[in-house]
């Protein structure tokens, strides 16, 4: 998934819509730019404007994309120039619940209308079971206090897995700070890290 294909393009449409934008400005992606230009002709109180990037402007490579990212949920932890000390913790499965946002089956196309495509519900709760899965996986906390919730809370921050002991049930979390987690709700998406 990009942010101008799929679920991303999706979102933008949704913060479009949400935002009642009156001007939406892309840059350097003449693709998205026909796609925005052709979805919202009908909306004649928004302008999709094309801007091109600056001659200097070099695009990075997923690899150096991978690095900016590793390196910047290492400073979420461990600060600019490691002056924060995170927390590490041992919790029982029990302790805690794991979603994800989105997905979930989808009706396979034969047993679609001719034409329609499957699509997945992007804010549906999907539980998921804790194992070895999600080593390495960086989840969000939730502030919510029951599951229906977490579609509208706000998150407080994000811990990062960095052992699962399927025999005992337990998990070992980083976090960036000591104490108990504000909830026991987490959320699991695509985001992983090996610490180093």
Do not use: C
């Not at 979102?11 to 998205?32: M, P, R, W, Y």
């Amino acid at each position: 998934m990009g942010w101008i294909e799929g679920v991303g393009y999706e979102l933008l449409l949704h913060a479009i819509d949400t935002f009642n934008a009156s001007v939406v400005l892309v840059l350097g992606q003449e693709k998205l730019y026909s796609m925005l230009k052709d979805v919202l002709k009908n909306k004649h109180n928004v302008d999709v404007v094309k801007l091109q990037k600056s001659g200097g402007v070099v695009s990075r490579n997923a690899k150096v994309r991978q690095k900016a990212r590793s390196y910047r949920i290492r400073e979420y932890f461990y600060g600019l120039a490691n002056d924060l000390s995170p927390h590490s913790n041992i919790v029982n499965f029990s302790d805690l619940s794991v979603y994800r946002i989105g997905g979930g089956p989808q009706a396979p196309r034969s047993a679609l209308p001719i034409g329609a495509e499957p699509a997945a519900d992007p804010t549906r709760l999907v539980p998921v079971n804790i194992n070895r899965d999600l080593l390495h996986v960086v989840l969000a906390v939730s502030f919510a206090k029951e599951p229906d919730q977490i579609i509208s809370s706000n998150v407080a921050g994000f811990i990062y897995i960095t052992d699962i002991d399927i025999q005992r049930k337990k998990i070992t979390y980083l976090a960036p700070s000591a104490g108990e987690l504000p909830s026991r709700l987490l959320i699991v998406g695509t985001l992983t890290w090996l610490e180093t």
